[in-house]
């Protein structure tokens, strides 16, 4: 809570990503942050779902290749002290851990949402959330509820 509260305060960016049914996550997320988080305040978060633009993303899955739809935007918003957050069921997409790499080269601070064993996401971000279930909808259903309670929490506390 406290990386995203000070990402806020700062002005910074949170970008989010993922595949499958984690993707509608990452953008449901999104859109609690942008919206329900910051209803009726003047200062509002920074948010993006890379996963919410199918034109740039199929842009680069045709000319380039699936495993880059996402590390191809951070290179044009990406900055240090911005966030990134990989929601993965399995913790081995290959484009959210391709764009988590390059998140933690440039300097910015990283998170994964994974199940099952955490898998390489775990690994390499720098802050993990690893629901410890071998069942893919359980564990996205998971990930709804913690984004859910992350929105609630930071909510309130923006309302003191």
Known sequence: MKLLFDTYEKGDYVFTMGNG????TAS???CDMNKSVCCGLQKRFRVICLNDNIPIML???NDSSYEDIFIEQLKNFLKPRDVVIGFSGSGNSKNVIKAINYANEIGATTMGFTGFDGGQLTKIAKISVVVPVNDMQKVEDIHLILTHMIMQILYKKLRG
Request: hydrophobic share 30%.
């Open 21 to 24: 049914g984690s993707g509608p």
């Open 28 to 30: 449901h997320f999104t």
């Open 59 to 61: 842009a680069y899955a």
